[in-house]
Antibody
């Protein structure tokens, strides 16, 4: 059974940094593309970033240059390093696994429970 | 990348059908068959209902069906049940390693 468990969320001031983690089990992390998807309070879903099997990383325009996605195969853990945080980055951040092992984004059948990031002074 | 357009709300009585539209562009919905639909209950993570326009993951009832015509995709929920009351989001691969979600539709079972 695929399980994704996020951690690392919390309250941070504007301009601050935070690193989210996603512990993956039930599959080999490096065999699938992985993404982060966020949802601001009362709002819709927004794709944030993805890392493909080969390690290529991609970002939404809204976070490019401020967020970095990475993974540690030995720990089977996905990360999202977030810097220069803004009030508008406040959201629940979900770790998701791609349906296919293609090097494009197809669909997300597996989601974590989410971790809340609040950016506020 | 702009969000795909969905109606804010839709409703139907138990047993009826409701169809939700998802309008994109020739760069996302119209260009790829990687269109998906998700159901989200309050306080829960989204659940994949349909992928690749019309495919259902195992365990998803066949009451949920998807289709696409041009730049618009649709999700039909047949035989509405009380537990179908939720938010629904479409999504699509948008090229250049981008992925876009819809604005979301709140389905109410009357």
């Amino acid at each position: 059974e695929v399980q994704l468990l996020e951690s690392g969320g919390g309250l941070v001031q504007p301009g601050g940094s935070l690193r989210l983690s996603c512990a993956a089990s039930g599959f080999t992390l490096g065999s699938y593309g992985m993404s982060w998807v966020r949802q601001a309070p009362g709002k819709g879903l927004e794709w944030v970033s993805a890392i493909y099997r080969g390690g290529s990383a991609y970002y939404a325009d809204s976070v490019r240059g401020r967020f970095t996605i990475s993974r540690d195969h030995s720990k089977s853990t996905l990360y999202l390093q977030m810097k220069s945080l803004r009030v508008e980055d406040t959201a629940v951040y979900y770790c998701v696994r791609d349906l296919k092992n293609y090097d494009i984004l197809t669909a997300f059948p597996d989601w974590g429970q989410g971790t809340l990031v609040t950016v506020s002074s | 990348q702009s969000a795909l357009a969905q109606p804010p709300s839709a409703s139907g009585s138990p047993g009826q059908s409701v169809t939700i539209s998802c309008t994109g562009t020739s760069s996302d919905v119209g260009a790829y068959n990687f269109v998906s639909w998700y159901q989200q209950h309050p306080g829960k993570a989204p659940k994949l209902l349909v992928y690749e326009v019309s495919e259902r993951p195992s365990g998803v009832p066949d009451r949920f069906s998807g289709s696409k015509s041009g730049n618009t995709a649709s999700l039909t929920v047949s035989g509405l049940q009380a537990e179908d009351e939720a938010d629904y989001y479409c999504s699509s691969y948008a090229g250049s390693h981008n992925y876009v979600f819809g604005t979301g539709t709140k389905v109410t079972v009357l």
